[in-house]
């Protein structure tokens, strides 16, 4: 994995990445959001919606 940047005026102005690993990034970017919006829905408080009543809701019973 060859990574480059180039400078401008002494600070990183660029990163030159390759197509493979850009689409790693934004993979692990939307897993890391994935897992923030996880973390904040678990810490809400309030009744919690038991699963037989979702799917019930979505159709899916």
Same mark, same amino acid.
């Given at each position: =994995?060859?990574?480059?940047? !180039?400078?401008? !005026?002494? #600070?990183?102005?660029?990163?030159?990445?390759? %197509?493979? #690993?850009?689409?790693? =990034?934004?993979?692990?970017?939307? @897993?890391?959001? @994935?897992?923030?919006?996880? @973390?904040?829905?678990?810490?809400?408080?309030?009744?919690?919606? %038991?699963?037989? #009543?979702?799917?019930? @809701?979505?159709?899916?019973?």
């Amino acid at each position: =994995m060859a990574t480059a940047y !180039r400078e401008r !005026r002494g #600070q990183r102005a660029a990163v030159v990445v390759s %197509p493979a #690993q850009y689409e790693r =990034m934004l993979e692990a970017l939307e @897993d890391a959001d @994935d897992a923030a919006a996880f @973390d904040e829905a678990i810490a809400e408080e309030g009744s919690n919606i %038991p699963w037989t #009543q979702v799917k019930l @809701d979505v159709g899916w019973e």
